[in-house]
């Protein structure tokens, strides 16, 4: 039986209602959500106020001023969760695909028997919310069916510009791969950051998954602020992979503009 710990940074969201219905909707209950709010006005925090005590499974927390941004706010959720539970990372704007999704994951789990992998990635949908259609999957490896990972696997994928998008990452608690958390010196890709850096690990053992959990919303800070982003992508190659970094860079976004095809 699995439990879901779902970790919130908001900062005055107009749609965190809808996230909120897509949680409290599932058909599996054991799950726990915190909203960690960066400074929110305070029809804002009322809101997640009154959500946390009209359910006990629902708590807001503000951000910590020595929490760096959103990736600092994902680390404070980190540090109250319970670790018994598989954690998963959601934007304000998000919504679960359906109400069935964390009962899906759960019976994956449980075939599996996934209690001992590291890392359960599944896919998503970029939504454009202004136009009212669907952009693109979201994905780690454009596979079908379930494929088990070990480091090698997923430290070849990494090199060659592959990423998960951390919406539709479950992580293990009690897997070591959040140890060290975010880097939040990062304020774009601190996801793609510990994604690189759990290349370094000993071993690692790894679940991707078609099943598609999550409808991402468009229009946040990485979509908005792209010489930003490209910045902190560099930095973070180079990091890792030192002169050999511009083939990553651009295997990055190959992948990318292929996924749109």
Known sequence: MSKFSIIVPTLNSNTVNKLVNSIKSQTW???????????????????????SISDKRISFLKQSKSKKGI???????LEIIDKNSWILFLGSDDT???????????????????????????????????????????YFIPRQGDSFLNLDDYKKLIFRGYTPPHQTTLFN?????????????????????LFCRITNFRKLSVLN???NIVTMST?????TKHLLKLK????????????RFIYTLICRYFNKFRSVL
């Open 29 to 51: 209950n054991d799950w726990e959500v915190f909203f960690i709010d960066g400074g929110s006005h305070k029809k804002h925090i009322n809101y997640l106020k009154e959500l």
């Open 71 to 77: 990736f600092g706010a994902m680390n404070q959720g």
């Open 96 to 138: 679960l695909k359906d109400s069935f999704v964390l009962e899906k994951i759960n019976n994956k789990i449980n075939a599996l028997e996934l209690s001992k992998i590291d890392l359960l990635i599944c896919k998503g949908i970029y939504f454009d919310a202004k136009k009212s259609i669907y952009r693109r999957e979201a």
């Open 173 to 193: 608690g009690n897997s070591k791969v959040l140890r060290d958390q975010y880097n939040d010196d990062y304020s774009i890709s601190g996801d793609l950051e």
């Open 209 to 211: 998954s078609s099943l």
């Open 219 to 223: 229009g946040g800070i990485s979509d």
């Open 232 to 243: 902190e992508v560099i930095v973070c190659y180079v990091k890792y992979y030192k002169f």
